[in-house]
């Protein structure tokens, strides 16, 4: 039964917060309010392994997750977002090119990429497998690092907010060594062979050769 509740209150939460972090994208950028339609049943089953692993790690049962701020000195608390962040992107950068692979691309992640010019309402529109897939990087470091469970939720709740900007092709951003809209943009430009896989930063995609830059007009 708890499994149950967490279950239902992470989908529920999860479901909503993706309509109210595109209604507040487009409200701060002035911009008429774009229709979508997701069913929440495909987003249910595109989330389920996400669930099952925050389900995991908030009651402790995996992870390193830590409720009191006392548990871990004030610099590592401090430090530990910045952490959680350049682990994640590492895990994400992995999988996002094991999905730009020839098969997994053309049978899952080219769904994602019928959005050649993404608004912020793309970061989310998956096939469920690619969604499952692409979440682990999202889960993982909680497991790996200790990390304060309200700093976890803050994270997770930011990801969503950076994935709304990544996915703006409209008001496009340059940002030094950040992996910005102007970069995942040019990324859903291109098809199955692509770059700019990571999610924050640029130093994955430098390091391996998979960074390419989109000059734009200031």
Same mark, same amino acid.
């Given at each position: 039964?708890?499994?149950?509740?967490?279950?239902?209150?992470?989908?529920?939460?999860?479901?909503?917060?993706?309509?109210?972090?595109?209604?507040?994208?487009?409200?701060?950028?002035?911009?008429?309010?774009?229709?979508?339609?997701?069913?929440? /049943?495909?987003?249910? @089953?595109?989330?389920?392994?996400?669930?099952?692993?925050?389900?995991?790690?908030?009651?402790?049962?995996?992870?390193?997750?830590?409720?009191?701020?006392?548990?871990?000195?004030?610099?590592?608390?401090?430090?530990?977002?910045?952490?959680?962040?350049?682990?994640?992107?590492?895990?994400?950068?992995?999988?996002?090119?094991?999905?730009?692979?020839?098969?997994?691309?053309?049978?899952?992640?080219?769904?994602?990429?019928?959005?050649?010019?993404?608004?912020?309402?793309?970061?989310?529109?998956?096939?469920?497998?690619?969604?499952?897939?692409?979440?682990?990087?999202?889960? @993982?470091?909680?497991?790996?690092?200790?990390?304060?469970?309200y700093i976890w939720m803050t994270c997770l709740?930011?990801?969503?907010?950076?994935?709304?900007?990544?996915?703006?092709?409209?008001?496009?951003?340059?940002?030094?060594?950040?992996?910005?809209?102007?970069?995942?943009?040019?990324?859903?430009?291109?098809?199955?062979?692509?770059?700019?896989?990571?999610?924050?930063?640029?130093?994955?995609?430098?390091?391996?050769?998979?960074?390419?830059? @989109? /000059?734009?007009?200031?």
């Amino acid at each position: 039964m708890e499994f149950l509740f967490y279950f239902i209150i992470l989908s529920v939460n999860d479901y909503n917060l993706y309509f109210i972090t595109n209604r507040l994208y487009e409200k701060i950028n002035n911009r008429a309010s774009y229709t979508v339609d997701v069913d929440f /049943k495909e987003w249910v @089953l595109g989330n389920f392994l996400s669930y099952i692993s925050i389900y995991l790690i908030y009651t402790q049962q995996i992870g390193k997750l830590y409720n009191n701020f006392d548990e871990q000195n004030n610099v590592y608390t401090f430090l530990s977002p910045i952490f959680y962040f350049l682990m994640q992107d590492f895990f994400f950068y992995v999988l996002h090119r094991i999905v730009h692979t020839p098969y997994l691309y053309k049978t899952i992640h080219y769904v994602h990429h019928k959005n050649r010019k993404p608004t912020s309402w793309a970061g989310r529109m998956s096939h469920h497998i690619d969604s499952n897939l692409e979440n682990i990087a999202f889960t @993982l470091p909680a497991v790996i690092m200790p990390i304060n469970q309200y700093i976890w939720m803050t994270c997770l709740i930011f990801t969503f907010i950076w994935g709304n900007f990544l996915h703006d092709s409209k008001k496009k951003y340059k940002i030094k060594l950040i992996n910005d809209n102007t970069d995942h943009c040019l990324h859903h430009y291109y098809g199955e062979k692509n770059y700019n896989f990571s999610y924050y930063f640029n130093h994955w995609d430098i390091i391996f050769n998979t960074h390419r830059e @989109l /000059k734009i007009k200031a």
